[in-house]
């Protein structure tokens, strides 16, 4: 499970898929997660349920080298969202990035279940990653 303290440097998450299209033209592959990302992820799952603060951190970064869907549910230009799901997990994780010139970012992650995920993929706002 991923750990960083307030200063730490910010931790490589992993790589996203080849197949994924960036939303801004000199994003990187390679996806980052600052240590005040961290802590507003911890902060936000706990006051919710520990096991979807467990969860979220767990799949972080299966969700991003492996999404089983992509889309952006904000509307904002340079934002990519992610979900997937694990059999036997309370729910799927949405991992929502922020692309800038030179670097991918975590902006937030949580718990998201197939209800929702329908939701957003009929109006849109997700869609199945193709060989996914």
Same mark, same amino acid.
């Given at each position: 499970m991923i750990q960083l303290e307030p200063d730490d440097p910010p931790l490589l998450v992993g790589f996203l898929p080849a197949s994924i299209e960036l939303p801004c033209e000199d994003g990187t592959w390679s996806v980052h997660l600052s240590a005040r990302t961290f802590q507003h992820i911890c902060?936000?799952?706990?006051?919710?349920?520990?096991?979807? =603060?467990?969860? /979220? #951190?767990?799949? !972080?970064?299966?969700? $991003?080298?492996?999404?089983?869907?992509?889309?952006?549910?904000?509307?904002?230009?340079?934002?990519?969202?992610?979900?997937?799901?694990?059999?036997?997990? =309370?729910?799927? /994780? #949405?991992?929502? !990035?922020?692309?800038? $010139?030179g670097e991918t970012w975590v902006s937030t992650a949580f718990p998201l279940g197939t209800k929702s995920l329908r939701k957003h993929v009929l109006h849109g706002r997700l869609r199945p990653v193709l060989g996914a």
């Amino acid at each position: 499970m991923i750990q960083l303290e307030p200063d730490d440097p910010p931790l490589l998450v992993g790589f996203l898929p080849a197949s994924i299209e960036l939303p801004c033209e000199d994003g990187t592959w390679s996806v980052h997660l600052s240590a005040r990302t961290f802590q507003h992820i911890c902060e936000k799952r706990e006051n919710e349920r520990t096991d979807h =603060l467990s969860l /979220v #951190l767990s799949r !972080l970064g299966t969700v $991003v080298s492996e999404p089983t869907h992509v889309g952006c549910l904000s509307g904002k230009p340079n934002q990519l969202d992610l979900w997937a799901w694990t059999p036997g997990d =309370l729910a799927g /994780v #949405l991992v929502s !990035l922020k692309c800038l $010139v030179g670097e991918t970012w975590v902006s937030t992650a949580f718990p998201l279940g197939t209800k929702s995920l329908r939701k957003h993929v009929l109006h849109g706002r997700l869609r199945p990653v193709l060989g996914a």
